[in-house]
């Protein structure tokens, strides 16, 4: 068996970082892609990094200058640094394994959830 374990997520102010963390273990020899998708209530998964097995990276275009994926070969781990946090990242991110082979392996997902700073109101009379 396959599994990608994630770690990292929580609970953070929007203009805070989070870390994200993935690794991969069980009978899996080798990886191509590895990547990072996220799934917020009532929507689809979609993709936010993805790094080859050359460190080429791909990012979705809400989080390019924000967020950085890298990756530990040796150890089949992939993390994601997440800086500039905003509310619109709130979801569950999936971590994703592709083989050679074309198979795909997903984590279990771990939520981070960015809350905002507010807004100030004053009532005056």
């Known amino acids: 068996q396959v599994q990608l374990v994630e770690s990292g997520g929580g609970l953070v102010q929007a203009g805070g970082s989070l870390r994200l963390a993935c690794a991969a273990s069980?009978?899996?020899?080798?990886?191509?892609?590895m990547g990072w998708y996220r799934q917020a209530p009532g929507k689809q998964r979609d993709l936010v990094a993805v790094i080859t097995s050359t460190r080429s990276t791909t990012y979705a275009d809400s989080v390019k200058g924000r967020f950085t994926i890298s990756r530990d070969n040796a150890n089949k781990k992939v993390y994601l640094q997440m800086n500039s946090l905003k509310s619109e990242d709130t979801a569950v991110y999936y971590c994703?394994?592709?083989?050679?082979?074309?198979?795909?392996?997903w984590g279990q997902g771990t939520q981070v959830t960015v809350w905002g700073q507010g807004t100030q109101v004053t009532v005056s009379s």
């Open positions: 069980g009978s899996i020899r080798s990886i191509n892609d």
């Open positions: 994703n394994a592709r083989t050679p082979q074309g198979i795909d392996y």
